[in-house]
């Protein structure tokens, strides 16, 4: 559902660089964490316009509580380990 809604609404808009989404499960509770790239903070707020979480038709039919809050930050060290 996340990959159908949230992802594939920021693939759509320009400035999108790419997306990522953590998984985490404890206690029986688990939550999904979706992570944005745009070229510029510009280009994010065409996604979500304002400091609330983007939310789709659906979302409820999985019981969500969602995090209404939205956090922008930049990336200023990436490192990508990758077997040769």
């Known amino acids: 559902h996340l990959l159908d809604t949230g992802v594939a609404g920021a693939k759509a808009l320009p400035g999108y660089q790419g997306a990522f989404v953590t998984q985490i499960s404890e206690n029986g509770l688990t939550t999904f964490t979706l992570?944005?790239?745009?070229?510029?903070?510009?280009?994010?707020?065409?996604f979500?316009?304002?400091?609330?979480?983007v939310l789709y038709p659906?979302?409820?039919?999985?019981?969500?509580?969602?995090?209404l809050k939205t956090y922008v930050s930049s990336v200023?060290?990436?490192?990508l380990n990758h077997p040769n």
């Open 35 to 46: 992570t944005t790239f745009w070229e510029s903070v510009d280009a994010m707020r065409s």
């Open 76 to 79: 200023v060290f990436i490192e």
């Open 48 to 53: 979500s316009q304002s400091d609330e979480a």
């Open 58 to 67: 659906g979302d409820d039919a999985f019981e969500l509580r969602p995090d």
